[in-house]
């Protein structure tokens, strides 16, 4: 009996190392076909396995709401780059500050599976800005609350630099 369990374990060992090497090949971190999204034209419903915020009017599909933010577009980039900076596992796939659209790949960190993120900054009024994210599983059809999760962080921690 002891033996069974030891080359279980050592099975599911060897499963789970396969699979982080899997994980960590450069081509997870690239978009695939169909993976670039434009966050005005979801629709609903979204997936089980994504999460969306938008500010309000912005998005057709049901968001959670985005706070707005007192400075310009151009305040928001540099304030969302540098938060982007501070994350684990980020590979920024594309960063656009003049059209305001960044997209990246952030790998969670067990078995470092990737999630698409994107955001696209949004001019609301003078000197006021905000942001829709989108983030999804590229894997699987539930996700633990991870993207929700990320997106409520990132708009907290941006909320925390805009007012210092």
């Known amino acids: 009996m002891l033996v069974s369990l030891l080359v279980v374990a050592l099975a599911l060992a060897g499963l789970s190392?396969?699979?982080r090497l899997y994980m960590g090949r450069a081509a997870?971190?690239?978009?695939q076909p169909g993976e670039q999204v434009a966050i005005k034209e979801l629709r609903d419903p979204l997936p089980?396995?994504?999460?969306?915020?938008?500010?309000?009017g912005y998005c057709v599909?049901?968001?959670?709401?985005?706070p707005v933010f007192a400075m310009t577009l151009e305040q928001l980039a540099e304030t969302t780059r540098r938060m982007l900076a501070s994350e684990p596992s980020v590979f920024v796939i594309e960063s656009l500050p003049e059209t305001g659209r960044f997209t990246?790949?952030?790998?969670?960190?067990?078995?470092r599976f990737p999630d698409i993120v994107t955001i696209e900054l949004v001019a609301i009024a003078a000197g006021q800005s905000?942001?829709?994210?989108?983030?999804?599983?590229?894997?699987?059809?539930?996700?633990f609350g991870t993207n929700r999760r990320r997106v409520l962080?990132?708009?907290?921690q941006i909320e925390t630099v805009a007012a210092q």
């Open 104 to 111: 990246l790949i952030q790998h969670t960190p067990l078995l």
């Open 28 to 31: 997870e971190d690239a978009l």
């Open 48 to 56: 089980q396995n994504a999460f969306l915020a938008c500010p309000p």
């Open 153 to 156: 962080r990132w708009l907290r």
């Open 17 to 19: 190392l396969a699979v």
């Open 61 to 66: 599909a049901t968001a959670a709401a985005s």
């Open 130 to 143: 905000s942001l829709a994210i989108y983030s999804r599983s590229r894997y699987g059809r539930g996700d």
